[in-house]
Structure formats: C-alpha cells, structure tokens
C-alpha cells in the first residue's frame, strides 16, 4: 500500500498543496512502515497535460490513493483508469493527511471536483 | 508577396491596416486576404464577402486497437502533451490534449495505434465584391476554430494552405490578418511571410507590446517595419524605439475620430479618406522596395499542414 500526498514542500510538515497536477511535491508514504520520499512534480510548468501527466507519474510509482485538495476532469478519469484512489480534504499539512487517511477521518470522491486549469496561475 | 500584418497590443488596428491595404491594392494586382485571427475572425465585418467553400479542419488523434495493445507504455513515453497514457497496462487517451505530431502510432512496436481526424475548426473561401459592384475583387479566405478548442496554430496553418496565386510571387499579394500578442497562433501567421507589418500606438502599452513582437519576428527571421496608428495620441517613446532599435517607420496613421466613427459602423476607411488609400499605396511601395525581387521556388514552412 502506497499513499500520495500533493505537498508544497519535501518532508511531513510541509502543508498540503491543494493542487493536484501542479502541485509543488508528492509525498509517498508506505502507512504500515512509515517511510516517505518526496518527489517533485515535473509537470508544474508543464504547458498543458498536467493532471494527466501527473497521473501517469503515480501509476508508475504503484501508488494506491492519492490524497489532494482539488482534482480536475482529465486526471480524475486518468487516476480512475489507473485504479488509484482519490481523496481529498482542505488544509493541513501532510502529516496531518496521513493521519486522516489513517483514521479514516476523509473520505473518496469519483470524479473532478474543479473545472480543467484550476491550479493554473494561483500561488 | 506574402505581408503578414501583425501586433503585439491587441486593439492597435490590424485588421483596419489589413483591410484597407486589400482596398487600396484592389484591382491593381491579385489580392488574397488571408483572415488568421482563428479565435476572434473580424476582417468579414468590413469586406462583406460571399462565401463559396467551406471545409473542416481537422486534427489526427490516437486511436488504440486493444487486441493489438501489450500495454508497453512506449506512445505514454513518447507523448509531449500527456495526451496518451498506460496506466497498469491500459491505455488511455486525452484527444483534446493532443497536437496531432503522430509520435505514439510512429514508435508503437505493435502497431497498434492508428490515426482518426478530430474536428477542430474550419476554413472558408470566398470573395469580397470589388468596385463598383464587381463580384470578384478580393479573394478572401478565414478561419474559425472551434469554442473550447484550444490550438489555433492548425487552423492558422489550413487558412494559409489556401493562399492563391499571389503566394510566393512577384505578381500579386497575399495578406494576411495576424492574431494579437506574440504566442504560437501569430507565429504560425507570420513564419514564412514575406514581410511583417508591425502595427502599434504611441502609448507605453503599445511599446512595452511592440518590443515583444520585434523579438519575435526576430526570432522567426522575416523582414519587418512598423506602422504607427493613431499618431499623435501618446508620446514619442515608440519612435524613439524604432530609431534606437534601427526600425523603420513605415506610415504614421494621425489619430482622429472620424476614423474611429468609420470603423466602428464598419466602413471602409480607403472610400471615406481617399488620402489613406494613398498612404497605404505608398505603405506598399516602401514594402516592395524593401522586399526586393523574389524567388519563386522557396519552399514556405507555413503551408505545412502539420
């Protein structure tokens, strides 16, 4: 079991990023270990494809669910294709994620919860 | 003669310079007017022509044959715009991400993409009404792409794969109708072209925009002057730019309200102000001098359709 986090930082008490295709970091957590490594998100530059691209990139790391503020339609029908579970919640840091997750304080969402180029332009 | 007429400001008169250019040529020389603002086409408001053809444009997007898919992942690999995934050995696609390049049916192992057209705009022919009443004055030619579609550029490009027979030629002209700013439409515009009109107004606006399409029409290598509209309007830091930056100056359109009141009923500025049509003859003239004698056999980059 491997859990994402879109962060704006590299360690645990970095706060969330409520983006998901242009988040700064994803965090991913093995839960049962807890060991975490971050990875930064090559597509927040990107000029178009970032929630895809993203998307690909946590499939290719075998992640299981994602934990994110927001998601839009093309990485919301990528993460669905891909099996991975999205969940969201607002604020906090990624700790605080992990342990929500944990508690099962948050819950999953099917579909985008914003439109496409949401995390475009607001920092 | 390909003349691209374009701006960095949106709103300096583009297509008030396009336009009556055509006017001013009109029965002189073949004239083709080439409408490449995709995303807003204005030119028809003043040149009222009559349509003849119209045709979709269209894009080539992946199409995934399952039974031949191994779930590589080699056109995910391949694919700049993120527009075809594998995702644990399923593929999916993002057709309205995707450029049309073709890199994933290229390099899928199994061949297991092919490619299917995705419509994405259209392009129409046509001819604006010559002098007194002639049916066929200006060849006119548009392009519109389709709301919520976001690439111009193919839709640029299947309006200039219909210039006539003025393209590359010393026997006529082709003008086109660039896009405002300096992003990819424009470049598709005016990459190619002949010659680059360069229209702005003296405010810092329209300086601080020029300067953005000096260095693009820079970079893409044509030939190029500007045209001060409104003059008298602002200061003079734009011509002061152009004499730094060895620009030449090629007409100065006074401002004046009249013109303003022309075109915003839509008129004709060249039959309401003879002495612009003389002015724009003589913008001409300064072109051709500039240009010099063309080779016909140079193979232009922007008639390409992908």
């Known amino acids: ?53 993203s998307a690909q990139f946590l499939a290719n790391q075998g992640v299981d669910a994602v934990v994110t503020g927001n998601i839009g ?13 999205v969940y969201t919640m607002a604020g906090g840091t990624v700790r605080d994620a992990l342990q929500a997750y944990r508690a099962g304080k948050i819950s999953t969402v099917t579909g985008a919860t914003v439109d496409s180029h949401h995390g475009m332009g607001r920092r | 003669m390909i003349v691209s007429v374009a701006s960095g400001k949106g709103g300096t008169g ?23 603002d995709v995303e807003e086409p204005n030119a028809h408001l003043f040149l009222h022509p009559v349509l003849e053809t119209s045709e979709r444009v269209t894009l080539p997007v992946p199409s995934v044959d399952e039974s031949k898919c191994t779930g590589c992942g080699t056109c995910a690999e391949v694919c700049a715009f993120h527009a075809i995934l594998s995702l644990g050995g399923r593929v999916i696609t993002f057709p309205e991400l995707c450029h049309g390049c073709g890199g994933c049916a290229r390099f899928c192992p199994e061949g297991a993409i092919s490619e299917v057209p995705r419509e994405i705009g259209v392009v129409e022919t046509g001819w604006a009404a010559g002098p007194a009443g002639q049916a066929r004055g200006i060849r006119f030619v548009q392009g519109r792409v389709n709301i919520g579609t976001a690439l111009a550029p193919p839709v640029v490009k299947a309006v200039r794969s219909k210039a006539g027979l003025g393209a590359g030629k010393d026997g006529g002209i082709v003008i086109i109708d660039s896009p405002p700013g300096t ?56 011509a002061a730019y152009c004499r730094q930056e060895s620009i030449p100056v090629l007409l100065e359109i006074p401002f004046n309200r009249r013109y303003a009141a022309c075109y915003a009923r839509g008129g004709q500025l060249v039959s309401d102000f003879p002495e612009l ?3 724009l003859t003589g913008l001409w003239r300064r072109i051709r001098a500039a240009v010099g004698p063309l080779s016909e056999s140079l193979p232009r980059e922007g008639d390409t359709a992908r």
Request: aromatic share 4%; net charge negative; hydrophobic share 40%.
């Open chain 1, 73 to 85: 339609p093309n990485a919301s029908r990528a993460l669905e294709a891909a099996g991975i579970k």
């Open chain 2, 277 to 279: 049509g003389d002015s």
């Open chain 2, 183 to 238: 992003s990819c439409p424009v470049v598709a515009s005016v990459k190619g072209s002949d010659y680059c009109l360069l229209v702005t107004e003296p405010t810092p606006f329209g300086l601080n925009d020029l300067a953005l399409a000096v260095d693009m029409v820079r970079e893409v290598g044509v030939p190029f002057g500007v045209v001060i509209n409104r003059a008298g309007l602002g200061d003079d830091k734009v």
């Open chain 1, 1 to 53: 079991m491997r859990i994402a986090v879109t962060a704006q930082g590299v360690d645990l008490d970095s706060a969330m990023d409520p983006r998901f295709g242009r988040c700064r970091s994803f965090i991913i957590v093995d839960p049962e270990s807890d060991k975490s490594e971050a990875f930064s998100n090559e597509s927040v530059t990107a000029s178009g494809g970032a929630g895809t691209q």
């Open chain 2, 14 to 36: 583009k297509t008030t310079i396009a336009v009556n250019l055509a006017l001013a040529l009109e029965g002189t020389m073949p004239v083709d007017f080439l409408d490449c």
